[in-house]
């Protein structure tokens, strides 16, 4: 779980010194397109992985919905 944390830290970092780069760039057409898209494509890998998981070891103890 620590290695989770600490690696969440510096995913989150990266996200937004590219953000910051695009900003002092004067992008901010792909600033916006690259918020949308980190986080679109992140929700749907979390339910590609759920749906991934319940298809292949038929666990189904946390229900999402």
Do not use: P
């Not at 901010?28 to 929700?43: E, H, P, Q, T």
């Amino acid at each position: 779980v620590t290695i989770g944390c600490i690696g969440s830290f510096a995913t989150f970092s990266t996200f937004t010194l590219e953000n910051m780069n695009l900003f002092w760039d004067s992008e901010v057409k792909l600033i916006l397109i690259n918020i949308l898209a980190s986080n679109v494509f992140g929700i749907l890998f979390v339910f590609a992985g759920y749906s991934h998981q319940n298809y292949f070891f038929n666990y189904r103890s946390m229900k999402m919905f």
